[in-house]
């Protein structure tokens, strides 16, 4: 497997999330029709309020207690583990929906929970040790990965919007670091020279 192109430095991830969110509420002042598609079966209100889970499970986690035992992960593995789960992305559609319902005011609800999850972010420190589902990781590890969830599902409102798609360089380099350890090196040269199809997400 690839390794990570650059160290996750706190700092660069920070910034990197911080650039994430501003790119991600911008665009969500820019909707206006809540129950237009979205992606896949959501609607654009229920993948934003997916999207916003980027921010709230920060909350969660650092407030959940850390099991005794759990393997220590990086941003990489998180998401190897994460998606190797059974069920997982019907598991996510269906909290996708139920946060929807709680977001009756979508522009206002996202601008109070990111500037509130930004401000902990900033104060949280880097090696605070987290616990998921993933295993154990410290902070600054676990932000990279709501930084790829913000990126990502960045990119999708924009095209649900018919917006083109646009990252700060920060944020995309940070994701592309965080995404790049996935596939084998084979398959991710076959992709990328047009041989070959690749998700590394599923």
Excluded: K
Aim: aromatic share 4%; glycine share 8%.
């Amino acid at each position: 497997m690839l390794q990570p192109r650059a160290p996750l430095d706190h700092g660069r991830v920070l910034a990197a999330f911080d650039a994430a969110a501003e790119a991600f509420l911008a665009n969500v002042r820019q909707v206006e029709h809540w129950e237009a598609p979205g992606l896949g079966e959501w609607t654009v209100r229920e993948l934003v309020a997916h999207t916003l889970r980027a921010f709230t499970t920060i909350e969660t986690y650092l407030d959940a207690p850390l099991a005794s035992d759990a393997a220590q992960v990086d941003a990489t593995e998180y998401h190897r583990i994460g998606m190797s789960l059974p069920n997982v992305h019907t598991g996510v559609a269906e909290r996708g929906r139920q946060a929807a319902r709680t977001l009756s005011d979508p522009v206002g609800q996202s601008d109070e929970i990111a500037a509130r999850v930004v401000a902990l972010a900033r104060v949280t420190p880097p090696d605070r040790p987290i616990q998921v589902i993933s295993g154990r990781m410290v902070f600054t590890d676990y932000l990279a990965t709501r930084t790829v969830e913000l990126g990502l599902h960045t990119l999708d409102i924009q095209h649900a919007l018919g917006a083109p798609p646009l990252l700060p360089g920060g944020a995309t380099e940070l994701c592309l670091d965080v995404l790049l350890g996935l596939p084998d090196p084979i398959e991710l040269l076959l992709a990328i020279t047009g041989r070959r199809t690749l998700n590394v997400l599923g």
